[in-house]
């Protein structure tokens, strides 16, 4: 199953419940069954078919507003989840949107004369057109099972598709674009990593690391012992 499909493009899904173990993805051949879990049975509402027993809860979809006033943007792709505390966690989740799909941004493709938001986010254009792409952070309580507040937490990047966790309990965002400065408008080139506290609350100031340097950046994974950071 393609990730996307996975998320059907405009959802944030989480699949809760008791799970001895990771669910083994159907076989092309057998994707009916799921090893171990017995048979999928059809999702009434057509999202997600899974074995007996099991549930999923969509807990954000595209176009909604946020607590800072934005819409929850479009096109989610690579995101990890933090511990917040003993019953929530941080989810930190990307949003893969190129220049053209600006109208699936958190502002929906309009302008913004926020100082704040133009002072945080990484690249807009002269008439204040924030790069489309970048990082939501989610606070989910498992206990209550609610979504309980959601924000942009990086903006004015492009195609931020996947990224990885640090060992510090921060999220690295990647950029799988190299557009350059002048392209489309754009006041900066890309193709850098971002990173973003997962704990902090609001926006956070879009920095590239560029010692990571300029290219189509997928994922991360950061050695733990050594602090070494593998792209």
Same mark, same amino acid.
């Given at each position: ?11 944030? &899904? +989480? *699949? ?5 173990? #990771?669910?083994? /993805? ?6 009916? %069954? @799921? ?73 929906? &493709? +309009? *302008? ?5 938001? #133009?002072?945080? /986010? ?6 204040? %057109? @924030? ?20 924000h942009l937490a990086l903006c004015g990047t492009l195609r931020n598709c ?43 100031? +879009? ?25």
């Amino acid at each position: 199953m393609h990730r996307r499909a996975f998320l059907t493009a405009t959802a944030t &899904g +989480a *699949v809760l419940g008791g799970m001895p173990g #990771l669910i083994q /993805a159907a076989s092309e051949t057998d994707r009916t %069954r @799921v090893q171990g879990y017995g048979q999928l049975i059809a999702d009434t509402r057509g999202i997600l078919d899974l074995p007996k027993g099991f549930q999923y809860q969509i807990v954000s979809v595209q176009g909604q507003q946020m607590e800072d006033g934005l819409k929850v943007p479009g096109w989610p792709d690579g995101m990890h989840a933090f511990v917040q505390d003993k019953q929530r966690i941080t989810l930190m989740c990307n949003h893969e949107l190129a220049v053209a799909q600006s109208g699936l941004s958190a502002w929906a &493709g +309009a *302008v913004t004369d926020d100082k704040k938001i #133009l002072a945080a /986010a990484y690249d807009h254009s002269g008439q204040n %057109r @924030v790069a489309p792409g970048g990082v939501r952070r989610l606070i989910y309580n498992l206990k209550t099972r609610q979504l309980e507040k959601q924000h942009l937490a990086l903006c004015g990047t492009l195609r931020n598709c996947s990224g990885g966790a640090t060992p510090w309990g921060s999220w690295i965002s990647c950029e799988e674009a190299i557009d350059t400065r002048g392209q489309n408008g754009l006041q900066a080139s890309h193709g850098y990593c971002f990173e973003v506290p997962a704990r902090a609350n609001g926006l956070h100031q +879009a920095i590239p690391l560029k010692s990571m340097g300029r290219f189509y950046h997928e994922a991360i994974a950061v050695d733990p012992a050594t602090g070494i950071v593998y792209l």
